[in-house]
């Protein structure tokens, strides 16, 4: 008796935790409000959007930015306001407000501009800040190697072997976590399809075997909403790809990436049925879906 009590009690608490960790089902509904969106059906999008941000605790500043967005379409000031500062706690920069045109007329612009400062140290505050300016810094030693042609590969492969160290101690310093989103902010200044200014910027410089090391943890933050899941998909894709010849115009022949989730733009990509699943298993949205919000296409070599 007492075996099965035990039995069922940690079940319980296993259940509890993959469902209160589990960001899959908020990942899909953000997508249909996009794809709402997209559609120009703003009113279907904003309920959804309401939907998703009651799915977690912790939705994301830049999905919140784009309710904003939608709601601006609505002419809504004041669900543009209510998202933007909702947005701004999770550490959406005033810079991206400017954006929102219709918003930017009404009277709830110069509130939330005389707010700004005091609802951004509210997300700061939450932060681990002095490791937050650690791994900027890390990125800009990144950036600076690759810059200077003067010290050339050898300066490159000993900054990436300290940053990649460097990413082990803190995984462990943080309780075997990666550093994402709730340790460090969302450092997304041009929004989540981009990798400039953030951690996957250092990553994609890595070695595959560095990168095949830090997968674990880095799967676990885009199911715990710690990462989004286009930069973990983005990092697999620029260490995994493997290249194949193509015939150009003018009879010319160049390599070509092969991507498994496709996250490039014109992207070639090896199975789409494969893409399909292994995109679902992170919340990735369909390929469909996705090349049509960054306005691209995609070539598949098999279905």
């Not at 994301?60 to 784009?66: H, T």
């Not at 918003?103 to 110069?110: A, C, L, Q």
């Amino acid at each position: 008796m007492k075996i099965k009590i035990i039995l069922f009690i940690s079940v319980f608490f296993v259940n509890i935790n993959l469902f209160s960790q589990n960001y899959l089902p908020y990942y899909g509904t953000i997508n249909k409000a996009e794809i709402a969106t997209l559609d120009r059906q703003f009113q279907k999008s904003d309920s959804l959007y309401q939907v998703a941000f009651s799915i977690v605790e912790k939705p994301f500043k830049e999905d919140f930015f784009l309710a904003a967005w939608n709601a601006d379409n609505l002419n809504d000031d004041v669900k543009v306001y209510n998202y933007l500062k909702k947005g701004i706690k999770n550490g959406l920069i005033f810079k991206r407000v400017k954006e929102l045109k219709n918003f930017k007329r009404s009277k709830y612009y110069k509130i939330l501009k005389q707010d700004y400062k005091g609802l951004i140290s509210t997300h700061m505050d939450k932060l681990n800040v002095p490791l937050r300016n650690e791994i900027a810094d890390m990125i800009k030693e990144d950036q600076k190697a690759r810059k200077s042609l003067f010290l050339g590969v050898k300066k490159w492969r000993k900054v990436d072997a300290y940053n990649f160290k460097r990413l082990l101690e803190i995984i462990k310093e943080n309780d075997g976590k990666w550093p994402g989103f709730s340790i460090i902010g969302e450092i997304t200044p041009k929004g989540k399809y981009d990798v400039t200014d953030n951690i996957v910027l250092m990553l994609l410089h890595f070695k595959s075997e560095q990168i095949d090391a830090l997968k674990p943890y880095m799967l676990k933050a885009v199911l715990n909403g710690e990462m989004y899941p286009y930069h973990y998909a983005r990092i697999i894709d620029y260490k995994s790809s493997n290249a194949i010849p193509i015939k150009a115009p003018k009879r010319k022949t160049i390599l070509k990436s092969i991507s498994i989730y496709g996250t490039y733009a014109n992207s070639l990509i090896a199975n789409r049925t494969i893409a399909e699943i292994e995109r679902a298993k992170i919340g990735f949205e369909p390929l469909d879906d996705y090349y049509r919000k960054i306005n691209s296409t995609y070539t598949c070599i098999e279905n």
